[in-house]
């Protein structure tokens, strides 16, 4: 999709709105102005006595709000403003495809599967209710397993968001064994946060009996980041103009609240994304390819349907590539133990098949689809990624 030519579209319509109100506000303040004074000439005369000159003071003013709101130039800059407004939606159906249900293909689902992982993602998202609702309706009881645990963590979470980090240090205490295990420094890094906390609110005597008793056994494997938290104590009271102010900034809050949730959905067994919304963002970022190849097979009378696999590769950002696969450029299909990733003399890569095909027989040559290479297939080597 070209976003530019809708974002300049949009800009383009922004900036005559704009204008429009500009004008038609100045000419609304300046009636609202002449009015004002028209009222206090009004005031100031006698009514009884100036009947001519009230008569003389409302022509005036009717002549001059007359000659002020001329109707001719409101409508003018209205005009103005109609033309990119009645073009702006042409051009968003021609940036944008409204109906995106003709990319969608039947595929067999799992839908047990596809109903918890739905589930979880409502109970990560702290929808407790709607998620017993959906659990309930979709007969998928045993999804409300995963209510327990991330209750927990949503309360965590929020405690964390208030700076109250005793839930988090109570959790990271009661398994710090298991993080210890996966390499997570989580527990030591409430601590400090905890501990700049006591600096800051509490004093530097609060702070050093906090250090003693919570940070000393981090010592020996973390002694520099302990020397700092003990350099902080120097600078009591005014830590936002010392060379540690960096441990102040707000950011701090929000990455150790991605890491408590990172490290307690590894240790659940769950992703730290919602496989949901990762599923729905990799589909976004794959939609308009799928739109441009329904287009294409809709020219050419093409069953979209009966393919077994896509004609062309839907790219992705690195993001949403969780391991590595090799997918042959001959063939299109993905490697496998039956048919491995070769290695060719040239340094092209292809699946074996693909050689096998191409070369016809084990003990002929063949010429490299992508180089003018001569290659024989018994000097290919299978690649191991």
């Known amino acids: 999709m070209e976003l530019k030519a809708v974002k300049d579209a949009a800009d383009h319509v922004t900036k005559k709105q704009k204008l429009c109100s500009s004008k038609c506000q100045e000419a609304i303040e300046q009636i609202g102005q002449?009015?004002?004074?028209?009222?206090?000439?009004?005031?100031?005369?006698?009514?009884?006595?100036?009947?001519?000159?009230?008569?003389?003071?409302?022509?005036?003013?009717?002549?001059?709000?007359?000659?002020?709101?001329?109707?001719?130039?409101?409508?003018?800059?209205?005009?103005?403003?109609?033309?990119?407004?009645?073009?702006?939606?042409?051009?968003?159906?021609?940036?944008?495809?409204?109906?995106?249900?003709?990319?969608?293909?039947?595929?067999?689902?799992?839908?047990?599967?596809?109903?918890?992982?739905?589930a979880s993602h409502l109970y990560r998202e702290g929808l407790f209710?709607?998620?017993?609702?959906?659990?309930?309706?979709?007969?998928?009881?045993?999804?409300?397993?995963?209510?327990?645990?991330?209750?927990?963590?949503?309360?965590?979470?929020?405690?964390?968001?208030?700076?109250?980090?005793e839930p988090a240090l109570k959790w990271a205490s009661a398994n710090c064994e298991k993080l210890k295990q996966s390499g997570s420094d989580l527990e030591l890094k409430l601590h400090r946060l905890q501990y700049v906390e006591i600096l800051q609110n509490q004093g530097r005597d609060e702070a050093l009996k906090y250090a003693r008793t919570f940070l000393s056994p981090f010592a020996s494997s973390h002694m520099a980041e302990i020397q700092k938290l003990m350099a902080c104590l120097l600078w009591a009271g005014k830590l936002d103009a010392s060379p540690y102010s960096d441990l102040l900034a707000p950011i701090n809050w929000e990455k150790l609240g991605d890491e408590f949730t990172r490290q307690f959905c590894n240790l659940l067994g769950q992703s730290f994304e919602s496989p949901l919304g990762v599923s729905v963002a990799a589909g976004v970022e794959g939609l308009p390819t799928l739109l441009k190849l329904m287009n294409v097979m809709m020219g050419k009378k093409q069953?979209?349907?009966?393919?077994?696999?896509?004609?062309?590769?839907?790219?992705?950002?690195?993001?949403?590539?969780?391991?590595?696969?090799?997918?042959?450029?001959?063939?299109?299909d993905q490697a496998t133990e039956e048919n491995p990733p070769m290695l060719m003399s040239c340094g092209h890569v292809l699946c074996k098949q693909s050689i096998t095909k191409l070369s016809k027989s084990s003990t002929k040559t063949f010429k490299c689809p992508y180089c003018p290479t001569e290659i024989e297939a018994t000097h290919c080597r299978r690649l191991f990624f």
Request: negative net charge.
């Open 303 to 332: 069953e979209w349907q009966s393919m077994k696999q896509l004609p062309v590769p839907i790219e992705l950002d690195k993001e949403f590539q969780f391991h590595t696969i090799f997918v042959c450029p001959v063939s299109r």
């Open 34 to 118: 002449e009015i004002e004074q028209a009222l206090l000439k009004l005031q100031s005369t006698d009514a009884s006595t100036s009947y001519p000159d009230h008569k003389a003071i409302l022509a005036d003013l009717k002549t001059k709000l007359k000659d002020m709101a001329n109707v001719s130039q409101l409508e003018s800059s209205q005009k103005e403003l109609n033309g990119p407004l009645s073009k702006y939606p042409k051009q968003l159906e021609k940036s944008f495809n409204p109906d995106i249900s003709k990319a969608y293909r039947n595929v067999d689902f799992d839908i047990h599967t596809i109903n918890e992982i739905i």
């Open 129 to 165: 209710e709607v998620g017993d609702c959906f659990a309930n309706e979709a007969g998928e009881e045993e999804a409300t397993a995963l209510k327990s645990p991330f209750i927990e963590m949503y309360h965590i979470h929020q405690a964390m968001k208030s700076r109250d980090l």
